[in-house]
């Protein structure tokens, strides 16, 4: 039996797409966040490569008086010792290399460089990388380097505005900001809007944030749900408060800003052009009380409400 083809009154919608131009976007990346802790760090430039952070020895023998009038008495005589092996912080590096066909950049870059956009992906891995290693790198981690007495635990498993609340008891002199996963900041609304105190909205960089006691809670992903529990930490930043502090690399070469750096390491036989993309980094605590961690954060406990209207 012949089939029959239906006849076309006008040119149909595959036939006509061969003659048009698709509107292509930039390649988007799933894995890219706003980096809340980068932005809001205050970044120290370290051009030796090293960051030595000096305290004093014993505070409790600087001595003051306070004298009356007519008080003739000897002024007290005292002085501020140092640490004699204080403690130094050196940059360490994120790196790859990116390898780009010159056949493939010649032939298939328009409308987007595609050396253009190989970088910019790398680079953006690389800043989501580091923010990571800030927060839980071995050595010079905010998290691995919470002291001790900075550390508490939740109260009943969810995080309350109780427990926020002592975690602010701990760094009380300028807090800056908390830090928590999503979930985390999901689970503590749940626990402030049932008591009545739902958190106060603020815009930070354009993006509502929520607060507590006027103190942004910031959401970062880089601290990880583990099994049903997280953490959140608090965090008093600057040199000049003796908070926390991010060191880099001024003016590396191939600098694209702050410790970032991208060098042509040129093209191979096969006719692969390779890019280095380095970032020289680091992170201090100046003083013991300037970040808290709240451990064993909760973030899968929901509350039953009475939906019941009243007679």
């Known amino acids: 039996m012949a089939t029959t083809t239906e006849s076309r009154l006008a040119l149909g919608d595959v036939a006509a797409r061969q003659l048009a131009n698709a509107q292509k976007t930039a390649p988007t990346m799933l894995s890219i966040t706003p980096r809340w802790l980068v932005h809001l760090l205050p970044w120290v430039a370290v051009e030796a490569g090293i960051y030595r952070l000096n305290r004093v020895k014993d505070e409790s023998r600087v001595i003051t008086a306070c004298s009356q009038r007519e008080d003739e008495r000897e002024l007290a005589e005292t002085f501020v010792d140092y640490e004699e092996d204080p403690r ?21 870059s328009s409308p987007h460089d595609q050396i253009k956009e190989q970088l910019r992906l790398a680079i953006e891995t690389i800043k989501e990388r580091q923010e990571s290693e800030l927060l839980h790198n071995g050595d010079y981690g905010i998290v691995t380097n919470v002291a001790p007495a900075q550390k508490i635990k ?33 689970a503590f609304g749940r626990e402030a809007t049932r008591r009545g105190v739902p958190p106060a909205t603020v815009s930070l960089f354009g993006s509502p944030v929520i607060t507590w006691r006027g103190i942004p809670i910031v959401p970062s992903n880089k601290l990880e749900v583990k099994g049903n529990t997280t953490q959140i930490l608090l965090l008093r930043t600057g040199e000049s408060r003796q908070g926390v502090v991010g060191l880099y690399q001024p003016g590396p070469s191939g600098d694209q800003g702050l410790g970032l750096s991208v060098k042509f390491m040129g093209i191979s036989r096969k006719a692969i052009a390779s890019y280095l993309i380095s970032l020289y980094c680091s992170a201090a605590i100046l003083t013991d ?9 909760d973030v899968t406990k929901y509350h039953e409400y009475d939906h019941a209207y009243r007679k």
Request: net charge negative.
């Open 289 to 297: 009380d300037a970040v808290a961690l709240l451990e064993n954060v």
């Open 154 to 186: 939740t109260m009943t498993g969810p995080p309350t505005p109780d427990d926020l609340d002592e975690l602010i008891t701990l760094v009380w002199k300028e807090p800056a900001f908390f830090l928590a996963h999503p979930k985390a900041i999901a």
């Open 88 to 108: 130094e912080f050196y940059l360490s590096s994120v790196t790859t290399v990116v390898d780009v066909h010159t056949r493939v950049s010649d032939l298939y």
